[in-house]
């Protein structure tokens, strides 16, 4: 006997977090992708410094869930895995484009896009995909997708828009020869515009970092 995998489309929700209030005072609309094992409320204390008038920040939640450790008692949750990942790109992708749409963001703001572990991968896949006029791209302590093309940053404007690279000098992710091939893509990708950011640490987020952004 054999297997036939076969797919269906549905209609499917998931949550997201807001901060602070959208109003005529907010200055910078943040698109914030948590790393693997988060919970979108609890990454967005890392953005508690940021002054609440001027600032308004977007957490989607990352739709796989699962208990972390063998406790059955803490949840965490992840972006993607290797099986089925094309579809669950354009899933995720779809649910983030359903986000902003709920939201109805004003072009007047500074949009700023931030990924932290996996969820850089999320945010330069977006990027890629949606030509977004940002005014600053964070992409902290992640690893950027083999299958970018410098071609699909082309759009970018970096008289406009900046993009910052972050990560500890001891992260426990990042090993040499990872570091070096992120390195070329940075380069390649973003015509050697992108500023480079390094702090004494391992694989965290750093809320003074995210403070000294804007």
């Known amino acids: 006997m054999s297997n036939t995998e076969k797919t269906v489309t549905y209609t499917t929700e998931n949550t997201y977090l807001t901060k602070n209030e959208l109003s005529p005072k907010t200055k910078n609309v943040w698109l914030v992708f948590h790393g693997y094992g988060y919970l979108s409320r609890y990454f967005v204390k890392y953005f508690n410094g940021l002054p609440p008038e001027e600032n308004y920040i977007i957490v989607p939640q990352g739709p796989s869930k699962y208990y972390l ?8 949750a992840s972006w993607l895995t290797k099986e089925n990942t094309t579809t669950d790109i354009k899933n995720v992708l779809s649910y983030i484009d359903a986000v902003l749409q709920a939201e109805s963001i004003p072009t007047d703001v500074n ?3 931030f990924g932290f572990s996996q969820g ?11 030509n977004m006029s940002c005014k600053l791209v964070v992409l902290y302590a ?10 699909d940053f082309d759009f970018l ?15 426990e ?5 990872r ?3 992120e390195h070329v893509k940075y380069k390649n990708l973003f015509q ?11 694989h965290e987020v750093k809320p003074e970092i995210i403070e000294g952004l804007l």
């Open 69 to 76: 450790k063998n406790e059955f008692k803490y949840v965490g």
């Open 111 to 113: 949009f700023i896009l």
């Open 120 to 130: 850089v991968s999320i945010a330069a896949r977006w990027l890629a995909q949606h």
């Open 142 to 151: 992640g690893g950027i997708p083999n299958e970018l093309t410098p071609a």
């Open 157 to 171: 404007d970096f008289d406009k828009t900046s993009i910052k690279i972050i990560y500890g000098d001891n992260d």
């Open 173 to 177: 992710f990042l090993t040499p020869d």
């Open 179 to 181: 570091l070096e091939a």
């Open 192 to 202: 050697g515009k992108a500023e480079i950011i390094t702090f004494e640490g391992t």
